[in-house]
């Protein structure tokens, strides 16, 4: 499929993408596809005061009501999901089936936050003082800033997107610069949705800002957005939350993480292996889920590894269009460059690698694909502790599962884990106050491919922020609490006695 067919589908017209200043390359050759239209200051500053404007109304609106506009950009995702599955590969490489499994992600929080347009439920609270009723009334927050990354191009916008309108915000969007063209994709359709939807959606609703650092700082750093929701690295976060806070505003950040599984000497092996290599080559190791620590009973390495190790020579790597393939490319250079560092760091810090050497893909010399890494190491090293963005899994050894937990916690990222057993005693172990510390914890589940249904994000240099379902939607509005005196008298609580 040409990029040219993927638009068509999508009924867009190509010229939207073409004759601009960024060039846009496809990891899968890193050959330009397209050139689109960079923002500046002043566009971003006029679509920071359009969204401001079109609060004033969309705030207004009853959430079911702006839950249907919601449930019409479901309809768009669905009528399109196998073009704008293909176009995600194309933008940021990831195989066909894991653009399908992207926008599908993007139809079911479509669906979450219509049901959610009805249940933005506030708290009674029983007044200490007769005649008194109190309550916890949710208020649309205003204008929410979304910072995403190339890696989910376009599912994390639909998380941030789907709440933040059903919650009464209007939304801007920075996408990555290395994947504008989802985004500015995923724009049209809701226009389109708008454009069914009627007059009560307000001009200035959704917009998206094309551009660099420069427009990202100015976007964190305008107090006419209460909210920034930004994902990414930690690197990213380190700066956001700072700039967000000092404003007074609220940042909801979903940064790195250095996701581990820890394999206990009950654990079905096969399915282990299974969930090792989905979480661990899939994406070619690029989710912020993405497992890169397995720690292993000492009395089941030796079984595992041939199996992990035989698995790993058959992957399929290459063009992310086609079914054959199971891993498609890194994103770019840096990112190889990034991953090949972390290899000799490793084998530095007394690992035994195998993989991870770049491959030769017909007609694409200009993209980096490359064999999934696996790297014995002695312990957790330096280069274990440090959050690598690609296809690299670190296998370590425990004897007790008290030390596998402490190695597990002993990083600076606390995002995903999952441990594999059988043993009832060791998973819940595993998911009490003294287990994992990260956000998601699972059990005889790999650490990536969360549903859309739970709050996804995680603690330390993760950010502690949650997007997506559970409450997570709080986190886009104001709460008010509110007391009413229905009585004739005005007592005053914790029983002061001032009469005048
Ligand atoms: C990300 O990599 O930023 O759990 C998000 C998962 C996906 C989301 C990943 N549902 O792997």
Known sequence: MTFTDILKSLDLDEAHFQGGTLDVASPIDGKIFANVKLDDAASLDQKISDATAAFQSWRTLPAPRRGELVRLLGEE?????????????????????????????????????????????????????????????????GPVGIISAFNFPVAVWSWNTALALVCGDPVIWKPSEKTPVTALACQALLERAIARFGDDAPKGLSSVVIGGADLGEQLVSDKRLPVISATGSTAMGRKVGPRVAERFGKSI????????????????????????????????????????????????????????????????????LSEANLVGPLIDKMSFDAMQKSLAQAKDEGGEITGG???????????????????????????????????????????????????????????SSCIFTRDLLEAETFLSAAGSDCGIANVNIGPSGAEIGGAFGGEKETGGGRESGSDAWRGYMRRQTNTVNYSKELPLAQGIKFEV
Request: with cysteine; hydrophobic share 45%.
């Open 253 to 320: 950040l979903e940064l790195g993480g250095n996701n581990a599984m820890i394999v206990a000497p009950s654990a079905d092996l096969d399915m282990a292996v299974r969930a090792i290599v989905f979480s661990a080559v899939g994406t070619a190791g690029q989710r912020c889920t993405s497992l890169r620590r397995v720690i292993v009973h000492e009395s089941l390495v030796g079984d595992l590894l041939p199996k992990l190790q035989a698995a790993y020579k058959t992957i399929p790597v290459g063009d992310p």
């Open 357 to 415: 050497m770049r491959l030769d893909v017909d007609g694409a010399n200009d993209a980096f694909y490359v064999r999934p890494a696996i790297a014995i190491m002695p312990g957790q090293s330096d280069v274990v502790k440090t959050e690598t963005f690609a296809p690299i899994a670190y296998i370590m050894t425990y004897t007790d599962l008290d030390d596998a937990i402490a190695t597990q916690n002993d990083v600076p990222q606390g995002l």
């Open 77 to 141: 995702l669905r009528a399109n999901k196998e073009a704008l599955g293909a176009l995600v590969t194309m933008d940021c490489g990831k195989i066909y089936q894991e653009g399908l499994g992207e926008v599908q992600e993007m139809i079911d929080i479509c669906d979450y936050a219509v049901g959610l347009s009805r249940q933005l439920f506030g708290l009674m609270i029983a007044s200490e003082r007769p005649g008194h009723r109190m309550s916890e009334t949710w208020h649309p927050a």
